[in-house]
């Protein structure tokens, strides 16, 4: 079985989930079929890692018009697959002009939605309006849709009524747990200046409206006077909210001490130390499908203090690997609350977070590991290629 996997993000450029979760699923899948990964930036043929890059005539086009030339790009890399398996809008096109162009069957997992990411016009202009054309184009017409979580099952179906229940499947996303597990060291704590005599809670993303780190940032604004706040979040989606985080943590500053800003992406290593050391780890996403850096956190041993929205809670379980907090668009200051009040209670009961860190370990190994994702990803390459 010849499988073309289709990404925007692969190492060395991961920024977010998405690409965290090609990365391990093409590291595993490779002892179940044989696999060519296609992404964006240089890649490296002697890996079966082919780059390609937007065409130069379009080096001032909207980003979606560029997205759209790679993904032209990559379908004309496809002709020897089997099957091709894309991910996210940016190669969801290339997936579905790879089946009609050859006939392979075509397999899309959706990370995300465009319809429930409205933000996004934030970021794309008009483009927006576009990477929804390709997505819609792309979900309905696929051989199957993966999703990465039952609540991001149920989020397709509503989005696309058209589509056939019948072909969207549920394929959790995974984690490493031999990468990320306790680190006892702590010379990046120090390295980013953060008083180990003090706990802190801490955020890892990137810098945009679906994360909801602005909501984190007011919520802080409530926390213990002991607890500082550790920030790994760097590619903001645009220059207006990279500048809303700036105000908002300049603000922050200036009422508080202990606010530590890492803007840049940092290795894994170095996020796995802090994960580890962490009296709690905060996501509040608005809008997460399933969100793999709390399975990170949760690996890693450390309690997890997250919104209530999409598949998160799939991953943590309420009292007992952390603690769920309801998010309410029409009440955000009810649900910044509910995060400060969740992070004091965990950053103040140290035994409690202990407690719930190692649950979090233990389920992550448990349940959530690379290898049974990539055999339950070629179960449905397989069930498609059988059924033609």
């Not at 794309?124 to 051989?143: C, F, H, M, P, V």
């Not at 984690?175 to 010379?187: C, E, V």
């Not at 907090?325 to 009040?341: K, N, Q, R, T």
Request: aromatic fraction near 6%; charged fraction near 25%.
């Amino acid at each position: 079985m010849k499988v073309g996997l289709l990404t925007r993000e692969y190492p060395p450029d991961v920024y977010g989930g998405a690409g965290v979760h090609v990365e391990f699923l093409a590291r595993e899948l490779r002892s179940l079929a044989e696999v060519d990964v296609h992404c964006w930036g240089p890649g490296d043929p002697r890996a079966a890692v082919y780059g390609h890059r937007p065409d130069s005539a379009l080096a001032d086009a909207n980003e979606a018009l560029r997205a759209f030339s790679v993904d032209l790009s990559m379908a004309a890399a496809l002709e020897d697959r089997d099957l091709v398996h894309s991910h996210t809008w940016y190669t969801a096109l290339a997936g579905h002009a790879g089946k009609l162009l050859y006939g392979i069957p075509h397999v899309m997992t959706a990370h995300s939605l465009e319809p429930l990411r409205p933000w996004k016009a934030e970021q794309l202009g008009g483009g927006y309006a576009l990477s929804s054309w390709a997505e819609r184009t792309a979900i309905e017409s696929a051989d199957a849709v993966v999703a990465v979580s039952h609540g991001m099952r149920a989020d397709i179906l509503t989005s696309y009524p058209a589509l056939d229940p019948g072909r969207v499947r549920v394929v959790h996303n995974g984690i490493d747990t031999s990468l990320y597990r306790p680190d006892p060291h702590t010379d990046v704590l120090d390295r980013v200046g953060i008083d180990r005599g003090r706990p802190y809670a801490l955020f890892v993303g990137r810098i945009t409206r679906q994360k909801g780190v602005p909501h984190l940032l007011r919520a802080a604004r409530r926390l213990h006077p002991a607890t500082q706040l550790v920030l790994c979040a760097g590619a903001p989606d645009t220059p207006e909210i990279e500048r809303e985080f700036r105000e908002l943590v300049d603000e922050l500053r200036r009422t508080r001490d202990g606010v530590h800003w890492v803007e840049r992406m940092l290795p894994r290593p170095d996020v796995v130390q802090l994960l580890t050391h962490a009296a709690v780890f905060v996501c509040p996403s608005v809008y997460e499908p399933l969100g793999i850096v709390n399975l990170e956190a949760m690996a890693c041993g450390t309690p997890v203090v997250a919104s209530a929205v999409g598949g998160i809670p799939e991953v943590v379980e309420h009292g007992g690997t952390g603690l769920l907090v309801p998010y309410d668009e029409a009440d955000p200051g009810g649900f910044e609350a509910g995060l400060a009040a969740a992070v004091d209670r965990l950053a103040g009961d140290r035994d409690t977070g202990r407690r719930m860190g190692a649950a979090g370990r233990e389920r992550a190994v448990r349940e959530f590991g690379w290898g049974a994702v990539a055999r339950r990803t070629a179960d449905v390459y397989e069930e498609i290629l059988k059924s033609r």
